[in-house]
């Protein structure tokens, strides 16, 4: 596994989301039981809810072992914004996305360095960590950069940075 590039936010958004999990597993853990002790019979078999609160703590403890295996990886990255013509931590940035051809799109990206980006604003939100954060990360503005997702090569014309 590589690097998960994160800013100081970031890295305090990944410790609150793995707090949550745990306490979410707690308060699963006690439905498990309340669910178990109340139902008729043996308490396990034909209990949906049982069997429901029991894939649902699977689940959990599979997030929280997966965070606690990505904390190993988590650097925090420092946002330098003395270079105005490289795209940092927290820009704005308007690109021209060119998925093919015929297909080329003008957005405005803001790159995040959370761990969990926005995606409730105009703006959209980009991780330092997905393809395409990774390819805007510290290019210059007006260069064009590609990124891959699976097999599909995208070309990306970073046109102009927005002031904050």
């Known amino acids: 596994m590589k690097e998960i590039l994160?800013?100081?936010e970031g890295y305090n958004q990944f410790y609150d989301e793995l707090e949550r999990l745990k306490e979410l597993s707690k308060s699963n853990s006690t439905l498990g039981s309340e669910v178990y002790r109340d139902a008729i019979g043996d308490g396990w078999h034909d209990n949906f809810a049982f069997e429901q609160t029991m894939r649902d703590s699977r689940l959990i403890a599979k997030r929280i072992d997966d965070m606690l295996e990505k904390r190993k990886y988590l650097k925090v990255v420092k946002d330098n914004r003395k270079k105005n013509n490289l795209v940092n931590i927290g820009d704005t940035v308007v690109v021209e996305i060119?998925?093919?051809d015929t297909d080329i799109e003008k957005e405005i990206i803001k790159l995040t360095g959370k761990y969990i980006p926005n995606t409730d604003n105009d703006?959209?939100?980009i991780s330092l960590n997905s393809p395409l954060g990774m390819s805007l990360?510290?290019?210059k503005i007006g260069s064009t950069v590609n990124y891959l997702v699976g097999k599909n090569e995208f070309?990306?014309?970073i046109l102009?940075?927005?002031a904050n």
Do not use: R
């Open 98 to 100: 060119k998925y093919s």
């Open 123 to 125: 703006i959209n939100e």
């Open 160 to 162: 102009s940075k927005i």
């Open 137 to 139: 990360y510290k290019s």
């Open 6 to 8: 994160v800013d100081n």
């Open 155 to 157: 070309t990306v014309s």
